[in-house]
């Protein structure tokens, strides 16, 4: 199964368990817990579509908005106990679905890929490999050459000289540490690939340069510091188009050279501005 289909299931299926539970029969159903119920579904897709770190930020806002929710209530009976326990069970259920989900999603679509016996899988790191990154970056190219999708990646390389002098062993439990400290740092809908030893891929889908920057920035600083390297150890450099559509064509055909067809080949057909421009045959 791919993570899209498994993604689809658990949102209907979460959906309809959690707006079925509002009309459970014997209950009074309060407009507030109405609303406590459905942000729960918010949480839900937060979670699933973009992973651990946007389940736990629509958590927080879920939990704000409950609050600000029962200020009425408060306000009439203050700050009583059965208030508190309402507030608490209702903050710890978002924390629930949105972190513990998000976690949970993101090892599942790595796992759906590792059960499958995928080669575009890297045994050291359990994260993509190479030829995956050159597949997805030729469809993040035709992606933006038929619809003007936004696409970007960020390379990320670690300095040899931190683990080189590790054992084998230990370079391999070092690098998929790193890799997994990467993993959670992104969203669900953007991947992870491994290229070679210290050097890792972003693939950012319906990402600008502008916020694949923003990414890249932030992994860099998270993995320098994971590690406890200076500065100029870890760095990140951002790849987008249509700017870089000749570099990311290049890149492409180096991770992954039994290219497609090119009739079928996006980097065959021409430069991204002659596809602005019109005046290339898809």
Same mark, same amino acid.
């Given at each position: 199964?791919?993570?899209?289909?498994?993604?689809?299931?658990?949102?209907?299926?979460?959906?309809?368990? /959690?707006?079925?539970?509002?009309?459970?029969?014997?209950?009074?159903?309060? $407009?507030? =817990?109405?609303?406590?119920?459905?942000?729960?579904?918010?949480?839900?897709?937060?979670?699933?579509?973009?992973? %651990?770190? #946007?389940?736990?930020?629509?958590?927080?806002?879920?939990?704000?908005?409950?609050?600000?929710?029962?200020?009425?209530?408060?306000?009439?009976?203050?700050?009583?106990?059965? /208030?508190?326990?309402?507030?608490?069970? %209702?903050?710890?259920?978002?924390?629930?679905?949105?972190?513990?989900?998000?976690?949970?999603?993101?090892? /599942?679509?790595?796992?759906? #890929?590792?059960?499958?016996?995928?080669?575009?899988?890297?045994?050291?790191?359990?994260?993509?490999?190479?030829?995956?990154?050159?597949?997805?970056?030729?469809?993040?190219?035709?992606?933006?050459?038929?619809?003007?999708?936004?696409?970007?990646?960020?390379?990320?390389?670690?300095? $040899?000289?931190?683990?080189?002098?590790?054992?084998?062993? %230990?370079?391999?439990?070092?690098?998929?540490?790193?890799?997994?400290?990467?993993?959670? @740092?992104?969203?669900?809908?953007? @991947?992870?690939?491994? &290229?070679? !030893?210290?050097?890792?891929?972003?693939?950012?889908?319906?990402? $600008?340069?502008?916020?694949?920057?923003?990414?890249?920035?932030?992994?860099?600083?998270?993995?320098? @510091? &994971?590690?406890?390297?200076? @500065?100029?150890?870890?760095?990140?450099?951002?790849?987008? &188009? $249509? !700017?870089?559509?000749?570099?990311?064509? =290049?890149?492409? *055909?180096?991770? !992954?050279?039994? =290219?497609?067809?090119?009739?079928?080949?996006?980097?065959?057909?021409?430069? #991204? =501005?002659? *596809?602005?421009?019109?005046?290339?045959?898809?």
């Amino acid at each position: 199964m791919k993570y899209s289909r498994f993604e689809m299931l658990i949102m209907v299926l979460g959906s309809a368990v /959690i707006v079925g539970s509002i009309f459970v029969p014997g209950g009074v159903i309060l $407009p507030q =817990e109405v609303v406590a119920q459905l942000l729960i579904v918010l949480v839900l897709f937060a979670a699933v579509h973009k992973g %651990r770190n #946007a389940g736990f930020i629509a958590a927080l806002v879920a939990t704000l908005v409950y609050v600000i929710l029962r200020i009425p209530l408060m306000n009439d009976q203050g700050l009583t106990s059965a /208030i508190i326990g309402m507030i608490v069970v %209702r903050m710890l259920t978002y924390a629930a679905v949105g972190v513990l989900g998000g976690e949970i999603c993101g090892r /599942i679509k790595y796992f759906f #890929a590792f059960i499958q016996g995928s080669p575009l899988l890297d045994d050291c790191t359990q994260v993509y490999n190479g030829v995956y990154c050159g597949q997805a970056i030729r469809s993040g190219i035709s992606e933006f050459r038929r619809y003007k999708t936004p696409f970007s990646i960020a390379l990320c390389t670690i300095a $040899p000289s931190l683990f080189s002098d590790l054992r084998p062993a %230990r370079q391999r439990a070092w690098l998929r540490a790193t890799a997994t400290h990467i993993r959670r @740092d992104v969203r669900l809908v953007d @991947d992870v690939g491994h &290229l070679k !030893d210290g050097e890792f891929m972003l693939l950012l889908p319906q990402t $600008p340069r502008s916020g694949a920057q923003v990414v890249a920035d932030r992994v860099r600083t998270s993995v320098r @510091d &994971l590690l406890g390297a200076k @500065d100029e150890s870890v760095t990140a450099r951002v790849l987008s &188009l $249509p !700017d870089d559509t000749e570099e990311l064509c =290049e890149l492409s *055909q180096k991770l !992954d050279p039994n =290219e497609p067809d090119s009739s079928r080949n996006p980097c065959s057909l021409g430069s #991204a =501005e002659d *596809q602005i421009d019109g005046t290339s045959i898809l």
